[in-house]
C-alpha cells in the first residue's frame, strides 16, 4: 500500500506592483503571460531542523531544503487596479518530513515585475503548528539577483544562538546587503553603504559650487547611503546629480522607499511641485509687483484665498491632490493655506513678549534654550580669531526687568536664562551680509517670573567688527518697550531672533540633530545586524523611510539653490555652517536627561520624578519628553534582558560590536576618535545607547518637526530671512520706522515670494499621512514570536495611553500657563498618537518626513 503523501497548506499575503504603482497596468497584463508561459513565482523552504544529506568537506553544515511549491491562481486572483490592496494566494507544500522546522525560505520570482512581500503563513507543520514569516520586503525578478531571496523565520536570535542549519545563510544575507563598494547602484540592489555628502553642488555652474561636506577635519559630517553615481566631468570629487525630472530615481534601498500607500506621491511630488512649478509661477507673478507683503492683512489673504495666481498650465501640472487643494475650485485661482494654530484664538497674540519666550519652552525648537550661568554671557570663540566676542548686555540693561532682584540674587536664583545663538552664527554673519540676506548674531536674555513664565528682557545683536574678525564684535543691546520707536526697535529685535532661530532649528535642531545623524545608524543596522538579531528587530521601525526622505532633501531641499536655501538666511552657507556645528556633536549627550542637565534645564534629583529636577518646571518639552523617554527606556530594557542574560552576552555578540565599531569609525567617521563614544560591553549599554537612538528617531523628530506649521506658517511669527539691518538715527529708514512701524517690520522680514516657499514646505513636513505609524505600534502584531517581548510592547503602549491622558488634563490646567499661553496653542507635539494631516500632534516611530 502506498504511503499518502503529506502536503501543508499555506498562505502569502503580497501587493502585486499594479497596484502601488499607479502608472503600470502593463505590469499585471505582462505577469499574467508569463504565469501562461510556465513562469511562476515560487518557494522553497529550508530546514532549521534537518541538514542537507551532502555537505561538501570544510563547508558548513547548511538546512536542507524542501520541495519548490508555487503560488496558485495568479490570474484569477484578481486586485481591482486603482485600490492598494492585498492579494492573498494559496500555495500547497509537498511536505518532506525531513524538513522539520522550516526556519526560512528562498522565494524565487520569474515574473516581468516586482511585487511586495508581506506574509507567508504556514498552518499546520507537522508537530509545530503555525509557523508564521514576517517579510514586508521588495521581489524583483529573479534575474536582478545573484542569489535567491530568502526570508526567516519569525524569530529573534544572537548569532551564537542561530540554529546551525541556518547560520549559512545568515552569514550570506548580510554580504549581499553590504554589496562590493563599486559601481551605480540599481533600484533592486538591496545594498547599504556609505558615502560624503558630494552630491550637493554642480561644479559646473559657479553659483552652485558646494564644498564636499564629509571625511575632512574642516567640514565633517555623518554619511549618507551611497548610491553610486558617476562623478562629474569638471570635479572627480562631485557625485553627479539628477535632473529635477529624474530626482525620484534616486538610490536608496528598495525596502527604504517610501510606504506603498501614499507617502511617496504626497511628499515627493509635493516637494517637486514646490519647485518645479509653484517657484516658476511665483517668480513670474513678483517679477511684476513688489515683492512684498503691504500690510499684515495681506498675510491672512494666505489662509482665505487671496493671492491671485497667475492662470495657465499650473494646474494642469501639478501631480498632486494636496497642491490642487491649495487652490480655490472655484475657477479663481486663488493660493489658499490652511489657518496655523498660533493665529486661530487670537490674530496678535504671537507679537507680545510672553508669547515670544514661551515658544523657546514650547515652540518648535524648545531644545536651544539654557540657564545663564555666568553673566555677562561670555563667548567660546577663539579670540586669536574672533577677538572679543563677549556679551556686551551689562546690569543697567536689565536690573529694571527683574522685579526687585540684583542681577547676581537672580543669577544665583536659576531665574536667568538665554538664547544664544551668537557663537554659531557669528563667523558666518560678514560672508551671509554680503548677501540679499542682513542678520546678526543673537543673544537673548530672559527673567523667570513667579507665574513659571518667562520674559524677555534684553536682545543684544551683534556684527563682525567693520575692520576685520579679530578686533571682535560690534554689538547692541536693545531692551522691552511698549511705545514709541523703541517698541519698534524692540520688536524688530525680536523678529531678528526668530530669524535665526529658525535657521538654527531648521539645519540643526530639525535636520542635523534628527535626519542626518540617525542615517549612518540605519546602514550600519542593515550592513551589520542581522534580520535575526533581536536589536535589528528592536530598531527596525525607527529607520523607515529615514533613507528615502534625506535622498530627496539632497536633491531638492538642502542642494545647492534648493528650497531651504531659498528660503533660510544661511543660504548657499547652510550645509557648510551645520557641519561646523556637527564638530562638536556628542551621541550621548542626546539622551533626554543629559541633554537637560546640560543645558542647565535640570538638576539630578533621586527624590524627583525620573531622577531630574526641572529648573523651569512647566517646560512642557521637558515634562511631555521625560515621560516619553522613561517609557522608551523601560520598553527597551524589558525587551533587551530578555535576549540578553548577563554582560558577557553583550561583549561576546560578533554582530552587535562588528555594528557598533562600523556606526563608530564609518557612520561617524568624522568623530572616531572622540573620546565621548559609548562603550558597547554591557546590557546597560546597549539599553542606554538603543534609547537613544529611538528617542532622535522618534520623539525628539516629532518635537522640532510636526508644529513647523502651527508656528511658523505665520511667517511674521517665525521669519525665515531677515533683508536689512536694524535702521540707524537720521536716515530715512529710522524715520520710516519711527512714523510706520508695521510697514519697517515687513520691510525687513521674509518677503513674499520666500514665504510662500517655506510655507508650501511645512505644510507638506508637518503633515500626517494615512499610513503613519506611531511610538507603541507596529506593522504586524506578529512582528515576533517571542512571547515576553510582545507582553513588554503591550505595556509600553498602555504606558503611552495613559501619558496621552496626564499630557491633556496638564493643557487643561489653568495654572501651568506655558501649556497654552496668549496664542492658545496646546502644548502637545509629544503626545504619542495622532489622526492623519496637520494635527501639530502625534510622535511617528521614525524620521520619516
Given amino acids: 500500500m502506498m504511503k499518502k503523501k503529506k502536503t501543508v497548506k499555506g498562505k502569502v499575503v503580497l501587493m502585486k506592483k499594479n497596484v502601488l504603482d499607479f502608472n503600470d497596468f502593463g505590469a499585471s497584463v505582462l505577469d499574467r503571460a508569463h504565469e501562461l508561459f510556465g513562469k511562476h513565482v515560487s518557494i522553497q523552504f529550508v530546514s532549521a531542523t534537518h541538514p542537507e544529506t551532502k555537505s561538501s568537506a570544510g563547508k558548513k553544515l547548511r538546512g536542507k531544503l524542501g520541495k519548490p511549491a508555487i503560488l496558485e491562481d495568479w490570474i484569477s486572483t484578481i486586485t481591482p487596479d486603482l485600490t492598494a490592496g492585498e492579494s492573498t494566494y494559496e500555495v500547497t507544500f509537498d511536505w518532506d518530513e525531513e524538513i522539520g522546522l522550516p526556519g526560512a525560505f528562498l522565494v524565487q520570482n520569474l515574473h516581468h515585475s516586482e511585487f511586495y512581500l508581506m506574509t507567508l503563513t504556514l498552518e499546520n507543520v507537522p508537530d509545530h503548528g503555525q509557523v508564521h514569516f514576517v517579510c514586508n520586503s521588495w521581489v524583483y525578478p529573479a534575474e536582478n539577483y545573484t542569489k535567491d531571496r530568502i526570508f526567516f523565520a519569525n524569530k529573534a536570535y544572537l548569532p551564537s544562538q542561530t540554529p546551525e542549519l541556518l547560520r549559512p545563510y545568515r552569514e550570506e544575507e548580510m554580504v549581499v546587503l553590504r554589496g562590493n563598494g563599486t559601481g551605480m547602484l540599481e533600484e533592486w540592489d538591496r545594498v547599504y553603504d556609505y558615502a560624503l555628502y558630494n552630491d550637493l553642488g554642480e561644479p559646473d555652474d559657479e553659483d552652485k559650487v558646494r564644498p564636499v561636506i564629509g571625511g575632512s577635519s574642516e567640514y565633517p559630517y555623518p554619511r549618507r547611503g551611497r548610491t553610486g553615481r558617476p562623478p562629474t566631468e569638471s570635479d572627480p570629487e562631485t557625485e553627479s546629480r539628477l535632473s529635477l525630472i529624474n530626482f525620484l530615481n534616486i538610490y536608496v534601498p528598495r525596502d527604504e522607499r517610501f510606504g506603498h500607500l501614499r507617502m511617496s506621491d504626497f511628499l515627493a511630488q509635493g516637494l517637486e511641485a514646490i519647485l518645479k512649478f509653484l517657484l516658476p509661477e511665483f517668480e513670474a507673478l513678483f517679477d511684476d509687483t513688489i515683492n512684498e507683503f503691504d500690510t499684515f492683512e495681506d498675510f491672512l489673504k494666505l489662509y482665505t484665498g487671496g493671492i491671485k495666481l497667475p492662470q495657465g498650465p499650473l494646474l494642469e501640472h501639478i501631480p498632486l491632490q494636496f497642491f490642487k487643494e491649495l487652490v480655490r475650485s472655484d475657477g479663481e485661482g486663488l493660493l489658499k493655506y490652511s489657518l496655523p494654530q498660533v493665529i486661530r484664538a487670537d490674530l496678535s497674540a504671537w507679537s507680545t513678549d510672553e508669547e515670544f519666550a514661551r515658544e523657546m519652552l514650547a515652540g518648535v525648537n524648545p531644545v536651544s534654550i539654557q540657564l545663564l550661568k555666568m553673566f555677562p554671557p561670555v563667548s567660546n570663540l577663539d579670540a586669536k580669531l574672533y577677538g572679543n566676542q563677549n556679551s556686551s548686555i551689562r ?135 542581522s534580520v535575526l538579531h533581536p536589536i535589528n528587530k528592536l530598531l527596525h521601525p525607527h529607520f523607515r523611510d529615514t533613507m528615502n526622505i534625506n535622498a530627496t532633501a539632497r536633491n531638492i531641499l538642502i542642494n545647492s539653490e534648493g528650497i531651504l536655501e531659498r528660503s533660510f538666511f544661511p543660504g548657499k552657507y547652510s550645509i557648510e555652517m551645520s557641519s561646523k556645528i556637527y564638530k562638536d556633536w556628542k551621541f550621548p549627550n542626546h539622551a533626554l536627561p543629559v541633554d537637560l542637565v546640560l543645558r542647565g534645564m535640570a538638576v539630578k534629583d533621586s527624590s524627583s520624578p525620573h531622577g531630574l529636577r526641572l529648573t523651569i518646571e512647566d517646560y512642557p518639552y521637558a515634562v511631555d519628553g521625560l515621560e516619553i523617554w522613561s517609557a522608551i527606556k523601560t520598553w527597551v530594557e524589558d525587551y533587551c534582558k530578555f535576549y540578553y542574560k548577563n554582560d558577557d552576552m553583550v561583549k561576546n555578540d560578533t554582530e552587535l560590536q562588528s555594528w557598533w565599531k562600523e556606526l563608530r569609525e564609518e557612520g561617524h567617521g568624522d568623530l572616531k576618535d572622540e573620546p565621548w563614544w559609548p562603550k558597547m560591553n554591557s546590557i546597560q549599554d546597549v539599553i542606554e545607547n538603543c534609547t537613544i537612538i529611538i528617542w532622535i528617531s522618534s520623539a525628539l523628530h516629532a518635537a522640532v518637526n510636526y508644529g513647523q506649521y502651527a508656528y511658523a506658517g505665520y511667517p511674521p511669527n517665525r521669519p525665515t530671512l531677515s533683508r536689512r539691518l536694524m535702521p540707524e538715527p537720521n536716515t530715512p529708514e529710522y524715520d520710516e520706522l519711527k512714523e510706520d512701524p508695521k510697514t519697517s517690520f515687513l520691510k525687513t522680514i521674509t518677503p513674499q515670494l520666500e514665504s510662500l516657499l517655506s510655507v508650501s514646505l511645512i505644510e507638506i513636513l508637518s503633515r500626517h499621512t494615512s499610513d503613519e505609524l506611531y511610538l507603541g505600534q507596529r506593522e504586524c502584531p506578529e512582528w515576533t514570536m517571542d512571547v515576553e517581548p510582545l507582553m513588554a510592547f503591550e505595556k509600553f503602549g498602555n504606558k503611552l495611553k495613559e501619558i496621552e491622558k496626564s499630557i491633556e488634563k496638564m493643557n487643561n490646567d489653568e495654572r501651568l500657563k506655558n501649556r497654552n499661553g496668549p496664542a492658545k496653542v496646546s502644548y502637545t507635539l509629544l503626545y504619542p498618537s495622532s489622526e492623519e494631516g496637520i494635527t501639530g500632534k502625534g510622535i511617528p516611530n521614525s524620521v520619516a518626513i
Avoid at 511705545?483 to 530639525?510: F, P, T
Fill in 395 to 529: 546690569s543697567h540693561h536689565i536690573q529694571m526687568h527683574l522685579d526687585g532682584l540684583e542681577v547676581n540674587e537672580a543669577l544665583k536664583a536659576n531665574r536667568l536664562f538665554i538664547l544664544d545663538h551668537h557663537d554659531s552664527l557669528m563667523p558666518y554673519v560678514k560672508r551671509i551680509n554680503m548677501t540679499s540676506s542682513k542678520i546678526y548674531a543673537t543673544r537673548t536674555l530672559l527673567f523667570l517670573q513667579n507665574d513659571g513664565t518667562l520674559k524677555p528682557i534684553a536682545i543684544e545683536l551683534s556684527l563682525p567688527h567693520p575692520d576685520g574678525d579679530k578686533f571682535g564684535a560690534v554689538s547692541k543691546v536693545c531692551t522691552p518697550a511698549k511705545e514709541g520707536v523703541e517698541a519698534a526697535i524692540w520688536q524688530l529685535a525680536k523678529a531678528y531672533v526668530a530669524v535665526n532661530d529658525s535657521g538654527v532649528h531648521q539645519l540643526i535642531s530639525h535636520w542635523l540633530n534628527t535626519h542626518a545623524v540617525i542615517e549612518p545608524f540605519i546602514i550600519a543596522t542593515n550592513r551589520q545586524l
